[in-house]
Every structure is written in structure tokens, then in C-alpha cells.
């Protein structure tokens, strides 16, 4: 069990610090939110091999709180980078006209 832990936890410690790097030099801001969003699953990652390593009923709580969180920023980053980079928004988006402008 404590093999499996370890090579877990050093897996991510690198998925880590390759998404630090590809958020340092993202060449856009979608490269960077998707870079933090990464990010968020791997902090969200160690945070339940803390709850499975320690027993502990209390990080459950802040693991279901960052996963609502990272959902609801990746959807807010979705919705608004579609919008920015010129995209044709949706026919059905409610927020633009027949035309397709807000």
C-alpha cells in the first residue's frame, strides 16, 4: 500500500509542476485558466489521498468545497472564453440576439 501511495503522490507532485510550467509560459489567458484548473484536480487529488491515507471525515468536506468550486470556474471560463475569442456563440444562448451579438 505504501508503493502504491508513494509512486501516486510523486505522479502528481509532477503533473504539478508540469501544469506550474505550462501556467508560467501559457502563450493565452484560456491556456493559463485551463493550467489552473489542472491544477485545481491535482490539488483536489492529494486532498483525498490525505482523507484515504488519514482517515479523517474533515478533508472530505474541503474535497466535495473544491470540486464545486473548479466545476463552477471551469463553466464561468467556458462560457466566457467562447465569447472572447470571437467565436460564434450558440443559437440558443440566451444572452445574445437573433444575430448572434450580446
Given amino acids: 500500500m505504501t508503493i502504491l501511495v ?3 503522490i510523486i505522479a502528481l507532485a509532477i503533473a504539478g509542476l508540469l501544469t506550474l510550467v505550462r501556467l508560467v509560459r501559457g502563450p493565452s489567458a484560456l491556456d493559463r485558466a485551463v493550467a489552473i484548473d489542472v491544477l ?9 489521498w490525505t482523507l484515504v491515507i ?3 471525515a474533515d478533508v472530505g468536506v474541503i474535497v466535495i468545497t473544491l470540486t ?8 464561468v471560463i467556458g462560457r466566457f472564453g467562447r465569447r472572447y475569442r470571437g467565436t460564434e456563440p450558440l443559437v440558443d444562448d440566451p444572452d445574445t440576439d437573433a444575430k ?3
Avoid: K
Avoid at 485545481?40 to 483525498?48: D, G, N, S, Y
Avoid at 464545486?68 to 463553466?75: G, H, K, L, P, Q
Fill in 68 to 75: 464545486m468550486v473548479a466545476f463552477v470556474s471551469s463553466t
Fill in 40 to 48: 485545481t484536480a491535482v490539488v483536489i487529488a492529494l486532498a483525498v
Fill in 54 to 56: 488519514s482517515r479523517r
Fill in 6 to 8: 508513494s509512486v501516486n
Fill in 100 to 102: 448572434g451579438e450580446l
